[in-house]
């Protein structure tokens, strides 16, 4: 027997029951409801959200003190830095089962009905009365604020063809036709981007969240609504361009600022958390052929770039750069390791830094550029990006290395080229004949006798690096080479200074060299 079966089914039923009794339920709140299971929560040493990373000492217990407060509370912070995970994770905090009247359309309470339908079938039927259970999911309410957003779709309005069909004259309270907030009585209603609600829209939301009450036009009733209010916000349209009417502020509770994640481990595992990297879920035939391993060192690389992006100042600081970017990087990186190992029939997947190349169109899609970087170009920003992130990473790596025998061996004239569409195999041979390269591997626990296409991503990475630190050159088309003389000159330059300076220095210097001739 299922456990929705031994739930009482009507109100005599409802009102005998220990769990759901009048005592208990009729004065009961959802703010007291999820102030109750929040305080079970944090006696049980249980997290108040799952899957919310980076969050413990900052908004999660801002978060906790709002609900025991019983306040509403806004979310303010850039995209992608989990605002509306964190509201929808707040239905946790609602009981499993929830009893309204059965077939009213804002879930009245059965022992506090607001609405006449539900009190006139109360009085009617009395213990009889059919109840039916709402589960969390079905009590929380999200709306996304639009510009076109009515009055009407958020409280509600007068109902001609309910009056019609219903035979009731336009005054009767049976011609109501309820909005979203009435619906999400008993519940949680999520306003996104609260900002982008029209003034006077705004403005309807002031009784509810002072009063607890709405009024639809044209009826002399107020609803007692049983709502938590909350909120999500950008601070940019917040505080600067003012589109929150004051008033409404004012009743607003708590405001909790959000921010992206402080440590770039923080943000592998948030991107472990969320991108799709296993392909085997959708079972055999739409499976790879092989094993995915992701070098923890190009984990690395692609947090790195949401972290230098969101520093560099040709990045619009006030748009953000969403966690999104190294989540959808990270999928286009291994999509493009599994087609080439597709393609080679690989038993072992191994993205490497050819693939984040790769992924370029995933980055530039995620940045919202100032307008220096805008002359410049986002393809040209995004792999100085990258190029500076792979610098910082390898010098995790490689700061005690001696590579002088590997540049050695470029400066006496070796090139290696590097294609996406090799297989592990093929460019293992090449990279063997650079003498020193697979010895130095060791840093990223790369011993020589792994996989080929793991010893291949190790050594591409190596490569990448010193390129990075002008101590190699590398073409478009990923031709490794020894660096031209002014290039080496010029080695000792801190990697991701802006490389518009040294391009000018070289113009003046032809300059210069064309007027002596």
Known sequence: MSHAAVLPLTLGELRS???YSEARLAHRTVKDEMRENLIQRLRGK????????????????QVANAILSRQNFILLGLRGQAKSRILRALSGLLDANTPYVAGCEIRDNPYAPLCRRCKLLIAEQEEATPIAWLTPEERYVEKLATPDVTVADL??????????????????????????????????????????????????????????????KGYPVRLALDVALVFSANPEDYTARGKIVT??????????????????????????????????????????????????????????????????????????????????TLELVVSNAERRGLIHDESLIVPRVTDLYAALPGITGKLELEYEGELRGADTIVR?????????????????????????????????????????????????EIQGLIEKLGPLK??????????????EFLLEGLYAHKKLSR??????????????????????????EYEDWQQRKSGRRGSFN
């Open 384 to 432: 100085e990006i990258l190029r500076n992130a792979v610098a910082r990473v390898y010098d995790k790596y490689f700061t005690e290395t001696n590579t002088q025998q590997i540049e050695q061996w470029f400066h006496l004239g070796g090139t290696l080229q590097v294609d996406d569409s090799d297989s592990s195999k093929t460019i293992l041979e090449h990279l063997k």
């Open 46 to 61: 249980k997290p108040l959200f799952e899957g919310i990373v980076g969050y413990d000492d900052t908004v999660v217990p």
């Open 155 to 216: 409280i509600g309005d007068l109902d001609p063809i309910k009056a019609a069909r219903g035979g009731h004259d336009l005054a009767s309270e049976f011609t109501m036709h309820y909005g979203l907030l009435p619906r999400a009585n008993r519940g949680i209603f999520a306003v996104n981007e609260l900002p982008d609600l029209a003034g006077k829209i705004q403005v309807a939301l002031f009784n509810i969240l002072q009063e607890g009450d709405i009024q639809i």
């Open 475 to 500: 073409s478009e088309e990923r031709g490794f080479s020894a660096p031209d003389k002014p290039a080496r000159r010029e080695q000792k330059r801190t990697p991701g200074e802006d490389d518009q």
């Open 446 to 459: 790369t011993k020589g006798t792994e996989y080929p296409a793991q010893i291949v991503a190790a050594a």
């Open 247 to 328: 008033p409404l502020k004012d009743r607003i509770g708590s405001e909790i600022r959000t921010h992206y994640a402080a440590t770039v481990e923080e943000g592998i595992e948030i991107t472990r958390q969320e991108a799709w990297t296993d392909r085997r879920n959708g079972g055999e035939a739409h499976a790879s052929t092989g094993s995915l391993d992701i070098p923890f060192f190009l984990r690395e690389t692609i947090e790195q770039v949401a972290f230098l992006a969101r520093e560099d100042r040709r990045v619009d600081k006030r748009s953000g750069v969403s966690q999104r970017l190294p989540i959808s």
């Open 17 to 19: 029951s220990r769990q």
